[in-house]
Structure formats: structure tokens, C-alpha cells
């Protein structure tokens, strides 16, 4: 629905669509009220029958309960019953009620008698006609619940007539009980007759076909005209039900009517509002497609406009007198006047972008020219550190050589101040040679030279030599050196030699920042990713690095400030070339600290080194670069 509404279709269209589609839907509607409105007709009709059945049932009922009443009135006026019901002649009662049941079996074609019942003042039974139900107990008599309301009654109560519908097996039965003794009643009379029998009658004056049938669903009467199945759905079904005093279903009467003649009157009603409806929609249609004709006709001019706009002509609408639509006219006057104003400032914008977009052209050359320029350096300077190197290392070999062998040969001959004088020439040339050790490293890793030579080693026992390694150096400054693993630690395979400097390099630095305190080196193995992992922990209690030192811990030929170096000496490239060294193994170093309490520094490289010396110095080549191309 939404793509169709998306379509380009004229304004005219939808309009006479939506019209049509109103029309459509009021039709349909109207037919839907048409025949929502036969179903409520039928059914108020059918209501109406129902309530005129209860009506006519209701005054038959009457009329036959005074018929009965009159009649046992009659009856207990006879001298021979009083003095057989007083002399308890039972055979005389009998006779006598044998006598009235058939003269009054059927009375006026109305009363259908069922029994004749004698009861004394407390209702305990004396007889009943021979052509009623025999009688053995309480239980088999007709309305014994009406006796047993009757029996309850007190008083004056107990001076009224009394009468009652009520059930005994699937008949329906009309009870009435009439009092023998006038102000002081000696016995009691039930009539029992068939209502449904009276009910018979209804046909007449109600003038339609009926059905009477049991709360069990036989059939009592049912009219000689009354339709068959196949016919019901062209007569009204009307019915209705005699209940007992306990609600219980005891006759249902039903009646039918002929639905022709309703529906014949119905459908010329639906006719006629139908015409009228249909006359009225045409002429409002009609109206409004003039109506839409009529004030459309300037949207053809705005819509000529607006073409002209599109191709960059701007020509103004004249106004109109239909005020939703001149103000439209208006909105669009004043969006074409701005618009034109944007497309000569837009124009502007675009020369300028232009201009702008080839100075910025101009600059990046002039930015790959720089960055080129800068790998050349960088090359350059890797190659002059590399050769500056292996030409510094030469000599500096030379001199430690010849102060071992001048301290070997003058320790006799020379005073200990002189002896001191060599050591420190030897101490000097060994701290100047891994300076230099470090720099070229360190232009190695950066030029892309730096290999990997993988070996395998006994992880406790590398630790072991680490710390042997270290505890001269941890004593200078009267420091406690000690070292934690697992028994069961395994063997690693990486380059050993590159390991140890990393690792040595932080012991150095622990031993360094730190007097009288101590030194841990821990080494832990973990599982990482599905891949084997050892972490070499070094902490110390020595001074400490704070948050804003933190930043630039790992930055080449840096220490913490200017006092560390004046109070620690280095150059500031152990920890950068430690960092370097650990990537190259496929690890990491991170650290905490907090200033006077220590470090804690961690080397976490994997067990096992897959990776080829060939893929980690194109690793380490790219690395240096990116990291150059950042700086600059």
C-alpha cells in the first residue's frame, strides 16, 4: 500500500480515488446496516411473539386455575361428600369423586382433569378418584410438593385456595387446593389437570401455528400446519417456557410466523434509503469535483513554476483567491527567491572548494615528499647507528682487554688506589660497551635486522642463572633477592638469549631504584586463549614511578625526570629496548607502581615461539616504521 501510494500519480487521481474508495466503503457499509438492521427487525419481531405467547399463556393459566377452583368449590358444597368425609366412608368418597372426575373430565374445552385428591386438615391423604393415579403413598401422588407447601401453611393462610404448576414424571400439571369447611376447614381438595392441554387453545387466539412439548422434549401438540425442517428458515421461531416454581422447566410452548411478509416491507425500506443515499452521494460528488476543479486550476500554474525552477529559471506565481492554496503560493514565492539566492551562493562554494581541494591536493604531495624524506633518514640513522657501533665496539674491546691483563699483571706491583683506577677503567668500558650493545639493538630492531634464534630451556632452571646473574648487582645496594616457581614449570621454546636481556634489564633497573629493600622475580604459567602462557613478575620496594612519569616509561633515551638521571645514571633505553625485544618474542611488558612503595613490572611472552625470525623482523620493520610515521 505504501509503494503504491509512493507512485507519482496526480493530485486529481488520488482525490477521485479517495472519493471512490468513500463510496465504496459507505456502500458497503449501508449494506451492512441494511442487513444488521433486518437481523435486529427479525429479532425485535421475534421478541414481540415471544412476549405476546407469555402474555396469552399467562391468562389461560389464570382462567384455567379459576375454572378448577370453581369446580372443586362446587364440589365441596356436595352434603353426601362433607358426611362421608366426616364419617370416613371412604367407598362413598370414592364413589362420589368417580362421579364428578367424569362429569368434569373435560370442562368447556378447557379443563382436562388428571385426579381428584381428599385430604383431612393436616393433609394426611383420604382418597382419590379411581380414574386417577392409584395411590399407595405419599410419594405417588400428583403435586405432592404443592401438599407439602400447603401442609405448611398456618393460619388464614390455610383458608385461601391455593394453586401451583409442578411436574410428575415427564407430564406437566396444574395443582389447585381448595379448603372443605369454610371458616373452619375439616379437609382439603386438590384439583390436578393438564395445562398443557388448555394450552391448545393459544392456536386460536394467537392466529400462528404451535408446538407444545415436555421439559423432556416429547412432543404434546403440534399444529397441522406447522412447517417441516427444510422450511424454518422462512418463518420466525418463537418460543417460550413454563418453569415451576423451582425454575425447572415444565412446558415449552413455540410458535412460527411467516417471515415473507417482513421481509418483503424491509426490503422496500432498504430500497428506498438505498436510492436516496445513492442520489445524495452523486450529487456531493459532483459539488466537490467542481469544487476541485475550480481551485486545482492555480496548482497548474505552480506547478509550471516550479519546472521552471527546477531548470534555474525563477518566475513568480501570481497569487490566488482560494486561501489554503495562496498560501502555498506564497511559501513557494519565498522558497524560490531563497533558492535562487543558495544556487548563486552555492556556486560561490563550489569555486571555493575547488581552490581549496587543489591546495589541499598540493599539500599532501608535499607531506609524502616529507614522509619519504623521513623513512630515509630514519634508515640512515639505523645504518649509522649500526655502523658507529661495530666501530666503537672494537676499541672499547681493546680496553678492557688490556686493563684485565694490566690488573692482572700489576696487582703485585701496584698501590690499591691504582688498582682502583683500572677497575674503574674496566667498570667504565663495560658499562660504555652495552650502551653501545643496547644502540645497535635497538637499530637493528628499528631497520628490520634484528633476528630470532629459537632454542629450548628449562624454564627453572633459566631462572635460576637469571638470579645468580643478578645477586652481585642486588648487593651493592644491600638488597634481598629472591625467586618463585612451581616445581613442575616445563621448558619454553624462544630465543633464550633475548629473554634473558629483557629480563636482566628489569632486575637491573629493581636493583637499581632500590636500597636495603627487596626484590621478587616470580614466574607463573597460564593459559591463555588456548595457548600456553609465562609471566615473569619482578617487584620491588625501591622509590617508585608516579602517573605522570607512567607515560613516557617506555620512550627511547628516557628516564623519569632529570633528578633520576642525575641520581641513577643510564641512558634511558633499557626499558624501550626490553619492549621492543618482548614484541619481538610475541609478548608484552606492563607494569603498576606506586611512588615509595615499588614497582611491579611483568614480561608475559607465549611458551612456545611459532612464528618464523624472517616474520618477526617484517613485524618489527613495520612497527618502527608506523611508530616513526606517528612521531612525525
Same mark, same amino acid.
Given at each position: 500500500?505504501?509503494?503504491?501510494?509512493?507512485?507519482?500519480?496526480?493530485?486529481?487521481?488520488?482525490?477521485?480515488?479517495?472519493?471512490?474508495?468513500?463510496?465504496?466503503? =459507505?456502500?458497503?457499509?449501508?449494506?451492512?446496516?441494511?442487513?444488521?438492521?433486518?437481523?435486529?427487525?427479525?429479532?425485535?419481531?421475534?421478541?414481540?411473539?415471544?412476549?405476546?405467547?407469555?402474555?396469552?399463556?399467562?391468562?389461560?393459566?389464570?382462567?384455567?386455575?379459576?375454572?378448577?377452583?370453581?369446580?372443586?368449590?362446587?364440589?365441596?358444597?356436595?352434603?353426601?361428600?362433607?358426611?362421608?368425609?366426616?364419617?370416613?366412608?371412604?367407598?362413598?368418597?370414592?364413589?362420589?369423586?368417580?362421579?364428578?372426575?367424569?362429569?368434569?373430565?373435560?370442562?368447556?374445552?378447557?379443563?382436562?382433569?388428571?385426579?381428584?385428591?381428599?385430604?383431612?386438615?393436616?393433609?394426611?391423604?383420604?382418597?382419590?378418584?379411581?380414574? =386417577?393415579?392409584?395411590?399407595?403413598?405419599?410419594?405417588?401422588?400428583?403435586?405432592?410438593?404443592?401438599?407439602?407447601?400447603?401442609?405448611?401453611?398456618?393460619?388464614?393462610?390455610?383458608?385461601?385456595?391455593?394453586?401451583?404448576?409442578?411436574?410428575?414424571?415427564?407430564?406437566?400439571?396444574?395443582?389447585?387446593?381448595?379448603?372443605?369447611?369454610?371458616?373452619?376447614?375439616?379437609?382439603?381438595?386438590?384439583?390436578?389437570?393438564?395445562?398443557?392441554?388448555?394450552?391448545?387453545?393459544?392456536?386460536?387466539?394467537?392466529?400462528?401455528?404451535?408446538?407444545?412439548?415436555?421439559?423432556?422434549? @416429547?412432543?404434546?401438540?403440534?399444529?397441522?400446519?406447522?412447517? @417441516?425442517?427444510?422450511?424454518?428458515?422462512?418463518?420466525?421461531?418463537?418460543?417460550?417456557?413454563?418453569?415451576?416454581?423451582?425454575?425447572?422447566?415444565?412446558?415449552?410452548?413455540?410458535?412460527?410466523?411467516?417471515?415473507?411478509?417482513?421481509?418483503?416491507?424491509?426490503?422496500?425500506?432498504?430500497?428506498?434509503?438505498?436510492?436516496?443515499?445513492?442520489?445524495?452521494?452523486?450529487?456531493?460528488?459532483?459539488?466537490?469535483?467542481?469544487?476541485?476543479?475550480?481551485?486545482?486550476?492555480?496548482?497548474?500554474?505552480?506547478?509550471?513554476?516550479?519546472?521552471?525552477?527546477?531548470?534555474?529559471?525563477?518566475?513568480?506565481?501570481?497569487?490566488?483567491?482560494?486561501?489554503?492554496?495562496?498560501?502555498?503560493?506564497?511559501?513557494?514565492?519565498?522558497?524560490?527567491?531563497?533558492?535562487?539566492?543558495?544556487?548563486?551562493?552555492?556556486?560561490?562554494?563550489?569555486?571555493e572548494r575547488k581552490k581549496t581541494e587543489e591546495n589541499l591536493k598540493k599539500h599532501q604531495h608535499d607531506l609524502s615528499l616529507a614522509r619519504d624524506q623521513a623513512f630515509a633518514a630514519s634508515r640512515a640513522k639505523s645504518a649509522f647507528l649500526a655502523n658507529m657501533s661495530h666501530e666503537l665496539r672494537t676499541p672499547l674491546n681493546a680496553i678492557i682487554g688490556y686493563s684485565d691483563l694490566l690488573f692482572e699483571d700489576s696487582r703485585d706491583k701496584m698501590d690499591k688506589q691504582q688498582l682502583n683506577d683500572i677497575a674503574n677503567i674496566k667498570a667504565s668500558g663495560n658499562h660504555l660497551l652495552a650502551i653501545i650493545n643496547n644502540i645497535l639493538d635497538f637499530s637493528k630492531i628499528e631497520s628490520g635486522n634484528m633476528s630470532v634464534n629459537l632454542s629450548q630451556m628449562e624454564i627453572k632452571t633459566f631462572a635460576d642463572e637469571i638470579a645468580s646473574a643478578i645477586q652481585p648487582i642486588a648487593l651493592k645496594n644491600t638488597n634481598a633477592l629472591k625467586v618463585q616457581y612451581a616445581e613442575n614449570m616445563g621448558v619454553m621454546y624462544t630465543d633464550v638469549t633475548k629473554l634473558r636481556q629483557c629480563v636482566h634489564n628489569l632486575l637491573d633497573n629493581a636493583c637499581k631504584f632500590t636500597?636495603?629493600?627487596?626484590?621478587?622475580?616470580?614466574?607463573?604459567?597460564?593459559?591463555?586463549?588456548?595457548?600456553?602462557?609465562?609471566?615473569?613478575?619482578?617487584?620491588?620496594?625501591?622509590?617508585?614511578?608516579?602517573?605522570?612519569?607512567?607515560?613516557?616509561?617506555?620512550?627511547?633515551?628516557?628516564?623519569?625526570?632529570?633528578?633520576?638521571?642525575?641520581?641513577?645514571?643510564?641512558?634511558?633505553?633499557?626499558?624501550?629496548?626490553?619492549?621492543?625485544?618482548?614484541?619481538?618474542?610475541?609478548?608484552?611488558?606492563?607494569?603498576?607502581?606506586?611512588?615509595?612503595? =615499588?614497582?611491579?613490572?611483568?614480561?608475559?611472552?607465549?611458551?612456545?615461539?611459532?612464528?618464523?625470525?624472517?616474520?618477526?623482523?617484517?613485524?618489527?620493520?613495520?612497527?618502527?616504521?608506523?611508530?616513526?610515521?606517528?612521531?612525525?
Amino acid at each position: 500500500m505504501n509503494k503504491l501510494l509512493q507512485k507519482p500519480v496526480s493530485l486529481r487521481l488520488r482525490l477521485i480515488s479517495g472519493i471512490i474508495l468513500v463510496a465504496v466503503v =459507505g456502500f458497503v457499509m449501508l449494506i451492512m446496516a441494511a442487513s444488521i438492521y433486518q437481523n435486529l427487525a427479525y429479532e425485535n419481531q421475534r421478541n414481540a411473539i415471544t412476549e405476546l405467547i407469555g402474555l396469552k399463556i399467562t391468562n389461560i393459566l389464570e382462567e384455567l386455575s379459576e375454572i378448577s377452583k370453581n369446580l372443586a368449590l362446587d364440589l365441596q358444597t356436595d352434603n353426601n361428600l362433607r358426611a362421608a368425609i366426616r364419617g370416613n366412608d371412604l367407598a362413598t368418597i370414592e364413589e362420589i369423586l368417580d362421579t364428578q372426575f367424569n362429569r368434569y373430565y373435560v370442562t368447556a374445552g378447557m379443563l382436562k382433569l388428571k385426579d381428584i385428591y381428599i385430604f383431612d386438615n393436616s393433609f394426611e391423604f383420604i382418597a382419590n378418584s379411581s380414574h =386417577g393415579q392409584s395411590v399407595s403413598s405419599s410419594n405417588h401422588l400428583l403435586c405432592s410438593d404443592m401438599v407439602s407447601i400447603a401442609k405448611k401453611r398456618v393460619g388464614a393462610e390455610r383458608l385461601k385456595p391455593m394453586s401451583q404448576l409442578c411436574t410428575k414424571g415427564n407430564d406437566a400439571l396444574l395443582g389447585v387446593i381448595v379448603p372443605v369447611g369454610s371458616l373452619n376447614p375439616f379437609a382439603y381438595m386438590l384439583m390436578v389437570s393438564d395445562p398443557a392441554f388448555s394450552l391448545i387453545q393459544l392456536e386460536q387466539t394467537l392466529g400462528d401455528p404451535i408446538k407444545i412439548t415436555r421439559y423432556s422434549g @416429547d412432543v404434546v401438540y403440534q399444529s397441522s400446519v406447522w412447517p @417441516d425442517e427444510s422450511q424454518m428458515n422462512d418463518y420466525l421461531v418463537a418460543s417460550h417456557t413454563l418453569r415451576d416454581p423451582n425454575g425447572s422447566t415444565i412446558v415449552k410452548t413455540h410458535a412460527v410466523r411467516d417471515i415473507e411478509p417482513y421481509r418483503k416491507q424491509l426490503f422496500e425500506y432498504a430500497f428506498i434509503i438505498i436510492l436516496v443515499s445513492i442520489i445524495i452521494f452523486t450529487m456531493v460528488v459532483t459539488g466537490i469535483v467542481y469544487i476541485l476543479k475550480v481551485s486545482l486550476r492555480p496548482l497548474d500554474e505552480l506547478q509550471l513554476a516550479a519546472k521552471q525552477l527546477s531548470k534555474g529559471d525563477y518566475v513568480k506565481v501570481t497569487r490566488t483567491s482560494v486561501p489554503e492554496i495562496d498560501v502555498v503560493v506564497q511559501s513557494f514565492n519565498t522558497m524560490a527567491e531563497e533558492i535562487s539566492g543558495l544556487i548563486k551562493k552555492l556556486q560561490n562554494e563550489i569555486f571555493e572548494r575547488k581552490k581549496t581541494e587543489e591546495n589541499l591536493k598540493k599539500h599532501q604531495h608535499d607531506l609524502s615528499l616529507a614522509r619519504d624524506q623521513a623513512f630515509a633518514a630514519s634508515r640512515a640513522k639505523s645504518a649509522f647507528l649500526a655502523n658507529m657501533s661495530h666501530e666503537l665496539r672494537t676499541p672499547l674491546n681493546a680496553i678492557i682487554g688490556y686493563s684485565d691483563l694490566l690488573f692482572e699483571d700489576s696487582r703485585d706491583k701496584m698501590d690499591k688506589q691504582q688498582l682502583n683506577d683500572i677497575a674503574n677503567i674496566k667498570a667504565s668500558g663495560n658499562h660504555l660497551l652495552a650502551i653501545i650493545n643496547n644502540i645497535l639493538d635497538f637499530s637493528k630492531i628499528e631497520s628490520g635486522n634484528m633476528s630470532v634464534n629459537l632454542s629450548q630451556m628449562e624454564i627453572k632452571t633459566f631462572a635460576d642463572e637469571i638470579a645468580s646473574a643478578i645477586q652481585p648487582i642486588a648487593l651493592k645496594n644491600t638488597n634481598a633477592l629472591k625467586v618463585q616457581y612451581a616445581e613442575n614449570m616445563g621448558v619454553m621454546y624462544t630465543d633464550v638469549t633475548k629473554l634473558r636481556q629483557c629480563v636482566h634489564n628489569l632486575l637491573d633497573n629493581a636493583c637499581k631504584f632500590t636500597k636495603n629493600g627487596e626484590i621478587l622475580l616470580r614466574v607463573e604459567t597460564e593459559k591463555l586463549n588456548q595457548s600456553d602462557w609465562v609471566h615473569f613478575t619482578i617487584s620491588d620496594t625501591g622509590i617508585g614511578i608516579s602517573n605522570q612519569q607512567s607515560h613516557h616509561l617506555f620512550a627511547e633515551f628516557t628516564q623519569a625526570d632529570s633528578s633520576t638521571t642525575k641520581n641513577y645514571q643510564g641512558t634511558g633505553l633499557g626499558l624501550a629496548l626490553s619492549q621492543r625485544l618482548c614484541e619481538l618474542l610475541g609478548g608484552h611488558i606492563s607494569f603498576s607502581s606506586k611512588v615509595g612503595k =615499588g614497582s611491579v613490572f611483568t614480561i608475559s611472552v607465549p611458551k612456545v615461539l611459532k612464528t618464523t625470525s624472517r616474520e618477526i623482523g617484517n613485524q618489527s620493520q613495520s612497527s618502527s616504521i608506523n611508530n616513526y610515521s606517528q612521531s612525525a
